[in-house]
C-alpha cells in the first residue's frame, strides 16, 4: 500500500526508491476501499492505493518521482 502525498500515481510511471537508487515502473494502481479495490487510471494526493510490480520495495520505504 501507498500513500500520495503529492502530485499523482498512474500506472506505467517510473519511481524511485529514496535511498537506495533503484528505479522500478508502477505496473498496475488499485483504489482500496475497505475489502474492495478496483483498478485505478490515477490516484491523486491524499489517497491511499494499491501498488503493483514494484518487486524491490518494502514495508517503510519511500518513493518518489526520479526527477526528485
Known sequence: ??????????P??????????IEE???RVFEVDA???GRADRV???QIALCAGLRWC??????CDPAH
Do not use: P, S, W
Open 12 to 21: 506505467g510511471v517510473a519511481v524511485t526508491l529514496v535511498g537506495r537508487g
Open 58 to 63: 518494502q514495508t517503510g520505504d519511500t518513493i
Open 1 to 10: 500500500f501507498v500513500r500520495v502525498y503529492r502530485g499523482v500515481l498512474e
Open 44 to 46: 491523486h494526493a491524499g
Open 35 to 37: 475489502n474492495h479495490k
Open 25 to 27: 515502473r508502477v505496473a
